[in-house]
């Protein structure tokens, strides 16, 4: 299960609606080994895709780094899909290398960039296997 507070799912939610039509992307770092999603990172999707994400090489390497340095790790790997249902495509979890982190994926197909509802979901995938988790949601 993934516990997260409700100001972290907000900003997931505001990147993923700002981002639309192109998918956001970003991670949640926290301290090693606590399972505690924490600190928001937006990314910028260097595919600037509406139906593909991609980390820039340089930011992720400066984000591990960084992490590395505060000793974090990423405890959520977030993006949004745009047009199809909150759940991994197959580049999605081809691209899933940390099984530790809980994948959270955010629909704006219905809302778009706008208010209205979006469907947010975590998966843990590891080794090609995909299973979804429940999400609590705290003050």
Known sequence: MLTLSN????????HARADHPDEACGVIAGPAGSDRPERFIPMLNAARSPTFYEFDSGDLLRLYKEMDARD???VVIYHSHTATEAYPSRTDVSYANEPNAHYVLVSTAESGNGEGPVSFRSFRIVAGEITEEEVRFVP
């Open 7 to 14: 100001a972290l799912r907000d900003q997931i939610v505001a």
């Open 72 to 74: 974090e790790e990423p």
